[in-house]
């Protein structure tokens, strides 16, 4: 399990540094020294900057559950299946919800849902 935490956290840290990114940088008018200010007046987003924002609103939540469920299930191997499930639907679901692939997207996020409760049943099980 502690693998499946680590690449979670991984992701989640990867994940977290998308939205500046595309605000500043992935942009037709790249605002790199903006960065280094205090960033009172932020440039707007772009299309995917704000999806990307999205999708890491939606991590938070995400992550809010899975994180106890793992530390509590470490020991339960029905609990690590759930959490492969998780990790494995998040790394592709961010770059799905940045891509704007709605359908897939939302099965990727059932996907992570299922094994979340996997995880949950697991350790009631236990």
Not at 30 to 58: F, Q, S, V, Y
Not at 80 to 102: C, E, K, N
Request: no cysteine; aromatic share 8%; hydrophobic share 55%.
């Amino acid at each position: 399990m502690i693998t499946w935490i680590l690449l979670s956290l991984l992701l989640f840290f990867v994940q977290t540094l998308l939205p500046p990114v595309f605000r500043y940088i992935l942009r037709s008018d790249p605002k790199i020294l903006a960065t280094l200010g205090a960033r009172d007046d932020p440039p707007e987003t772009t299309r995917l900057g704000a999806r990307a924002e999205r999708a890491m609103a939606n991590s938070i939540e995400q992550y809010m559950m899975f994180l106890p469920l793992a530390v509590l299930g470490a020991s339960s191997d029905g609990a690590v299946l759930g959490a492969q499930l998780f990790v494995l639907s998040r790394a592709a679901y961010v770059p799905v919800y940045i891509a704007g692939i709605p359908l897939l997207r939302s099965a990727l996020w059932t996907v992570g849902i299922a094994g979340l409760i996997i995880m949950a049943l697991a350790i009631l099980a236990t």
